[in-house]
């Protein structure tokens, strides 16, 4: 029995970890790598045989560096189970299928921009709509706390992280030779402060914890901060006649900036101007959450039976036609714009910062974890120039980062839950991945001083005897 790493090891996105138990693989995850274009082609199309002839793999939820890779290991031949919440499969649904729909739109775009410049490279998308529906009918769907047998010996059970809708912590319990351990594989631990979903919870029993370690160096403002902060960022914005562009993943982070503007709006602390949601994945995404009340904090929980619709603002517009989506990138009137994709690697957020990027009086904020080679990082990090589009452009707007909306547990949160895991099982192992090299290290020295105990942290390839 063995925990192997191909994906999200000292690294952020493409989530991929091979169990092997009983004679069988099952796979943890198989997300999307995002980075450089040609580097993430390549690590996305080069999809393991172990995955492909796996027994089953076990979805944590549907954010596409967990999820989006899913389609091409159908491609490849997969046959197997995929193991999910319901409220997963149901964002699947339509997040798989908006993947290969851009990923066909960007290789569209890309090839007759190099045809123009003389250029016979081209760029083929990974899969297309039919086999991200084909990995939809693989899934089942399992509830929250219901043991599923998934393989020999091998039982599932999915537990809340509080990460996005549908975000499960996956504990397998695992029998041979008369003993049972249970390994617990996070995929990615909420908040929890944030309004829109419950708390993480404690998983009791762990004996291996497999960890994420996104925000493994630092912890985030609260959300009140953050708040304050993005009003005065719409508020300078809209003063100066800008716009204020919002790259966001469409799971979870744009409701969580609806919901954030609904509150500044009920305290009349921003002015009423137009808010468009220019992403048919997003607006589909926030009908789905409204699915799934249960899922959902009190609050809001409340709020969605009361039919007060928390993810509803005043001025706020939907944007689904692609025309609608280029006559809003032509117009110049002061507005808030949210469009995918989060990490501005793709989709129609790249459409508007093509233009919005030189003018001084516009802002961008990002509002999520920008992987490294992406262009979202190249903002944050202030790169007085950037490529959109292949093309090399000014950036004269002003870039705000607001870290306090982020899903994913920072470092206090992370060790409080290594630590309530500990406490509650017989823990003889403690992995991290899903972070950055800095970010793991910080959290590893934090937990060994506090746990008293050895971290690993896998690298890409290596392998964990259990």
Same mark, same amino acid.
């Given at each position: 029995?063995?925990?192997?790493?191909?994906?999200?090891?000292?690294?952020?996105?493409?989530?991929?970890?091979?169990?092997?138990?009983?004679?069988?693989?099952?796979?943890?995850?198989?997300?999307?790598?995002?980075?450089?274009?040609?580097?993430?082609?390549?690590?996305?199309?080069?999809?393991?045989?172990?995955?492909?002839?796996?027994?089953?793999?076990?979805?944590?939820?549907?954010?596409?560096?967990?999820?989006?890779?899913?389609?091409?290991?159908?491609?490849?031949?997969?046959?197997?189970?995929?193991?999910?919440?319901?409220?997963?499969?149901?964002?699947?649904?339509?997040?798989?299928?908006?993947?290969?729909?851009?990923?066909?739109?960007?290789?569209?775009?890309?090839?007759?921009?190099?045809?123009?410049?003389?250029?016979?490279?081209?760029?083929?998308?990974?899969?297309?709509?039919?086999?991200?529906?084909?990995?939809?009918?693989?899934?089942?769907?399992?509830?929250?706390?219901?043991?599923?047998?998934?393989?020999?010996?091998?039982?599932?059970?999915?537990?809340?992280?509080?990460?996005?809708?549908?975000?499960? $912590?996956?504990?397998?319990?695992?029998?041979?030779?008369?003993?049972?351990?249970?390994?617990?594989?996070?995929?990615?631990?909420?908040?929890?402060?944030?309004?829109?979903?419950?708390?993480?919870?404690?998983?009791?029993?762990?004996?291996?914890?497999?960890?994420?370690?996104?925000?493994?160096?630092?912890?985030?403002?609260?959300?009140?901060?953050?708040?304050?902060?993005?009003?005065?960022?719409?508020?300078?914005?809209?003063?100066?006649?800008?716009?204020?562009?919002?790259?966001?993943?469409?799971?979870?982070?744009?409701?969580?900036? $609806?919901?954030?503007?609904?509150?500044?709006?009920?305290?009349?602390?921003?002015?009423?101007?137009?808010?468009?949601?220019?992403?048919?994945?997003?607006?589909?995404?926030?009908?789905?959450?409204?699915?799934?009340?249960?899922?959902?904090?009190?609050?809001?929980?409340?709020?969605?039976?009361?039919?007060?619709?928390?993810?509803?603002?005043?001025?706020?517009?939907?944007?689904?036609?692609?025309?609608?989506?280029?006559?809003?990138?032509?117009?110049?009137?002061?507005?808030?714009?949210?469009?995918?994709?989060?990490?501005?690697?793709?989709?129609?957020?790249?459409?508007? $910062?093509?233009?919005?990027?030189?003018?001084?009086?516009?802002?961008?904020?990002?509002?999520?974890?920008?992987?490294?080679?992406?262009?979202?990082?190249?903002?944050?990090?202030?790169?007085?120039?950037?490529?959109?589009?292949?093309?090399?452009?000014?950036?004269?707007?002003?870039?705000?980062?607001?870290?306090?909306?982020?899903?994913?547990?920072?470092?206090?949160? $992370?060790?409080?839950?290594?630590?309530?895991?500990?406490?509650?099982?017989?823990?003889?192992?403690?992995?991290?991945?899903?972070?950055?090299?800095?970010?793991?290290?910080?959290?590893?020295?934090?937990?060994?001083?506090?746990?008293?105990?050895?971290?690993?942290?896998?690298?890409?390839?290596?392998?964990?005897?259990?």
């Amino acid at each position: 029995m063995y925990l192997e790493f191909h994906g999200a090891a000292d690294e952020v996105t493409g989530s991929l970890h091979r169990l092997h138990v009983g004679g069988v693989d099952i796979g943890l995850d198989c997300g999307l790598f995002q980075g450089h274009r040609a580097e993430a082609n390549r690590q996305n199309r080069e999809v393991p045989s172990w995955a492909v002839g796996a027994q089953a793999v076990v979805l944590s939820h549907a954010h596409l560096d967990h999820s989006g890779n899913l389609p091409t290991l159908v491609r490849r031949g997969f046959q197997g189970n995929i193991f999910c919440t319901p409220a997963t499969r149901d964002l699947c649904s339509v997040m798989l299928r908006d993947a290969a729909i851009i990923q066909d739109q960007d290789a569209r775009y890309i090839n007759k921009h190099n045809q123009r410049n003389g250029s016979d490279e081209r760029v083929e998308p990974l899969y297309d709509t039919e086999d991200a529906e084909r990995a939809v009918s693989h899934m089942i769907s399992v509830p929250l706390h219901r043991a599923m047998p998934i393989g020999p010996s091998v039982s599932l059970t999915f537990h809340d992280s509080g990460h996005v809708l549908g975000s499960a $912590l996956c504990a397998i319990d695992v029998t041979e030779n008369g003993r049972t351990k249970r390994i617990l594989f996070t995929g990615d631990v909420g908040r929890a402060e944030l309004p829109l979903l419950r708390s993480p919870e404690i998983v009791p029993g762990a004996n291996v914890l497999l960890m994420e370690s996104t925000y493994g160096d630092r912890d985030h403002p609260s959300i009140a901060a953050l708040d304050a902060e993005l009003g005065d960022i719409v508020n300078t914005t809209i003063g100066r006649g800008g716009r204020v562009y919002i790259p966001a993943f469409a799971l979870e982070r744009a409701q969580e900036v $609806l919901f954030a503007l609904e509150r500044l709006h009920e305290k009349r602390l921003i002015p009423r101007v137009p808010i468009y949601i220019d992403s048919p994945l997003a607006i589909a995404v926030t009908e789905i959450y409204k699915l799934h009340p249960d899922a959902l904090s009190p609050d809001v929980r409340q709020r969605i039976l009361e039919r007060n619709d928390p993810f509803s603002p005043p001025g706020l517009h939907y944007v689904s036609e692609i025309a609608d989506s280029r006559r809003l990138q032509l117009e110049e009137h002061p507005c808030i714009i949210i469009a995918g994709s989060g990490m501005c690697e793709g989709g129609r957020i790249l459409h508007h $910062l093509a233009r919005g990027l030189a003018r001084e009086k516009n802002s961008v904020v990002i509002v999520g974890f920008m992987a490294q080679h992406t262009l979202g990082r190249r903002l944050v990090e202030g790169r007085p120039r950037a490529k959109v589009f292949g093309v090399e452009r000014d950036v004269r707007a002003t870039i705000h980062s607001l870290g306090g909306l982020s899903a994913h547990a920072g470092q206090s949160d $992370l060790v409080a839950y290594a630590r309530a895991t500990a406490e509650r099982g017989k823990l003889e192992r403690l992995l991290l991945v899903h972070g950055e090299p800095a970010a793991r290290a910080s959290l590893s020295k934090r937990l060994e001083a506090e746990l008293n105990a050895p971290v690993l942290r896998p690298v890409k390839g290596e392998r964990v005897e259990l």
